[in-house]
């Protein structure tokens, strides 16, 4: 998956929308303001962060070794709710969007009730 095509799968969900906060790089994908993406598109270290429930992170560390790694930049106590995945091939394109659906689904479930709902299209 390029980047585009992964910034494009974001941009599909519900309100999602690209923002810098950090400058040029990482490119982030929030909805409602939270970060579920962060695209770092250098083609010499190409790789995405992505926001995950503990359990999910636990996962796909054990499932992809050395290619699905702790949210890098991160300190240790918000490590367990963010996988870098580093974009070498290894994780299947298919697996990578359903990593971003959880990456959305975790962002979305610090919001309201009724946003989530609304988010959700319930």
Known sequence: MTADE????????????VDYPFGE???CV???GKIFAQLYPDPHDFKVTLKCDPMFADFYRQQYPGTVVRGYFCPPVQQPYWNTVILNGVVPDEELRTMIDYAYDAAIS???KRVQRELKGN
């Open 6 to 17: 992964m910034i494009s799968y974001c941009l599909t969900k519900r309100e999602a929308y």
């Open 110 to 112: 610090r919001l309201p």
């Open 25 to 27: 790089v990482p490119i």
């Open 30 to 32: 929030r909805v409602r």
